[in-house]
Structures are given as C-alpha cells and as structure tokens.
C-alpha cells in the first residue's frame, strides 16, 4: 500500500466522492447506559455473525454544501470522509467509509484527524456522529477514536425494517476552545 493522502475531494475529483459502499460484519451490539450523568457502555456478542451493506450515496460535489475528504493511495480514492456544518457549531460526520481491503490500516483515523482539523478551521467546536448500536465495529472505532457517547435514540427505526436498533451519537470536541 502507497502512504495515504487526505485532501479534499474537487469537482475535477467528484466521483471520488461516491465511492461504493462496502459490507461490513454485524457480529455484537453496543448498550450504552447513562448513569449519574456519565455514559458507559458494554458489548453483547451476537450467537451469529451476519452482514450488512449501506445503500450507495449520490454525493454532487458540485452542487453540496458539504465538505468531502478523500484518503488516496496514490491517485486512488480508498476512503471518504463526508461532513456538514451544523449551527450548533460542530460539523456532523454523515459518512466514513475505507474500501474493505484497506480497513484495519489506519485510513479511517486519518480521516477522522482530517474532519478535526476541518472543525479547527472553521472555529468549530468539534465533530460528531451516530453510529448504528448494532455496528459494534463502527462504534468501537469512534470510541477508539476520541469520541465519547453523547446521547441514545431508541426510537428512530420504528416501524422500519431495522425497528429494535437504535442510533448512539458520538462527539468528539477539539481540546483549548
């Protein structure tokens, strides 16, 4: 593997942007328990491993307000990060994704410090996400990461076919504000 790049993905660049989704490995979920004010968590193993795959995004680069960070291997785009500005001041991490060859090697962190200079910039107070309870991979990673869990929706795949998962957000705030 070439030494990773991350820079922001151009309109000369834009395909880069929807780069295909992956599957990716549902083998526990993550409860978090908030207790005291304070967040904790614990992982239940599922009794079977399954898989799962989020549908593709039609990202336009040249048209979205969002901020779109590529990580590249020599001219090829293996991971994206995309972002959006929030009022509140913190900019919402709508999508992390690394090609399933490269995961494990780095790239998500890279994009991950990327977004935390991209809120550094912009005077922002941090990053934050949601990661699905049951992607127990997705949300060890933010918590490997620096985020810490910030609030639970139980609620936000009622009467949809993932009814009975639930969404933890993750902030990460940048340090000296």
């Known amino acids: 593997m070439n030494q990773i790049i991350i820079r922001k993905i151009d309109i000369a660049h834009a395909s880069d ?35 799962d795959c989020f549908p593709d995004e039609e990202y336009d680069v040249a048209h979205d307000d ?42 998500g962190g890279k994009l991950i410090e990327a ?11 941090g990053v934050y996400t949601i990661g699905q309870d049951t992607n127990a991979y997705a ?6 990461h620096g985020f810490a869990i910030g609030g639970f929706d139980n609620r936000v795949y009622d009467g949809t076919i993932l009814e009975g998962t639930g969404n933890i957000i993750f902030y990460r705030e940048l340090e000296n504000l």
């Open 17 to 51: 942007a929807r780069l295909p989704n992956q599957p990716f490995q549902l083998w526990g979920r993550v409860i978090p328990t908030l207790q005291d004010g304070k967040w904790s968590y614990c992982v239940r193993k599922n009794n079977q491993i399954s898989e």
């Open 66 to 107: 969002r901020i779109f960070l590529g990580a590249y291997s020599g001219e090829q785009c293996v991971g994206v990060a995309v972002l959006r500005k929030e009022w509140y001041r913190f900019l919402y991490l709508d999508d992390l994704k690394v090609n399933a060859d490269l995961r494990g090697h780095g790239i």
């Open 115 to 125: 977004a935390m200079e991209e809120a550094k910039v912009l005077g922002f107070r």
């Open 139 to 144: 949300c060890l990673f933010y918590l490997k």
